[in-house]
């Protein structure tokens, strides 16, 4: 069965340092990983996706994240934090066929970024 | 636009009421998935739809109920066999299977007291 685990439940950096969201994944099949970010009161927004291309994703407004078979691990990244980067953020992996496509989601990360 | 859209974006109700929650979208996806968001518990799935007249139960079914008549409706009823219905409830649809992602609507807040 699929899981995710994303470690720390609040991460703090200040504007411009280096933003990075950790993801653990267990997976009995070749997984499809997301992360996805949600603004207060907001729906979900999609960041980026792993499908089993490249294993370094670049997705949109300056995130990118790395797949790591070996670790387990689906972190998020982003070179300099933006105020407007305050959100919570959800890592996911696709569930198998007979789980009709759904997804887990980690307990997500809200992050703050102070001036 | 194509998108998903929820309504209404706040629900108030009484204990003891049924509610139901409408989700329409106009991407012209297969598959349609209800989850329920609480604080510190990510999300949970409740009832999702591959096809039109076919649904299955998540994780969370109970207390819900769902139907899915029209490709583009997937309407989530709030019963009141539902313990804590009080919640921020999401729909999203994808194109069915493979490597797809989720497309989420809005969201409604409903209060139950």
């Known amino acids: 069965a699929q899981s995710v685990t994303q470690l720390g439940s609040h991460v703090s950096v200040s504007e411009g340092a280096l933003v990075l969201l950790r993801c653990n994944y267990s997976?009995?099949?070749?997984?499809?990983l997301f992360w996805y970010v949600q603004y207060p009161n907001q729906g979900l927004q999609l960041l980026l996706k792993?499908?089993?291309?490249?294993?370094l994703v670049k997705g949109i407004n300056g995130f990118e994240a790395e797949f790591k078979k070996s670790e387990t691990s689906f972190h998020l990244t982003k070179p300099s934090a933006h105020m407007s980067d305050a959100a919570e953020y959800f890592c996911?992996?696709?569930?198998?066929?007979?789980?009709?496509?759904?997804?887990?989601f980690g307990q997500g990360t809200e992050l703050s970024v102070k001036p | 636009d194509g998108g998903i859209t929820q309504s209404p974006k706040y629900l108030f109700r009484k204990e003891g009421q049924n509610v139901t929650l409408s989700c329409e979208q106009n991407l012209n996806h297969d598959a349609m998935y209800w989850y329920r968001q609480d604080p510190g518990q990510g999300l949970r799935l409740i009832y999702y739809s591959q096809i039109v007249n076919d649904f299955q139960k998540g994780d969370i079914a109970e207390g819900y109920s769902v139907s899915r008549e029209k490709k583009e409706s997937f309407p989530l009823t709030v019963t009141s066999a539902q313990k804590n219905p009080t919640a921020f409830y999401l729909c999203?649809?994808?194109?069915?299977?493979?490597?797809?992602?989720?497309?989420f609507g809005p969201g409604t807040r409903l209060t139950v007291t």
């Open positions: 792993y499908t089993s291309a490249a294993t």
């Open positions: 999203a649809s994808s194109i069915f299977g493979g490597r797809q992602e989720q497309y």
């Open positions: 996911a992996v696709r569930g198998g066929y007979n789980q009709g496509g759904k997804l887990i």
């Open positions: 997976s009995s099949v070749p997984p499809y």
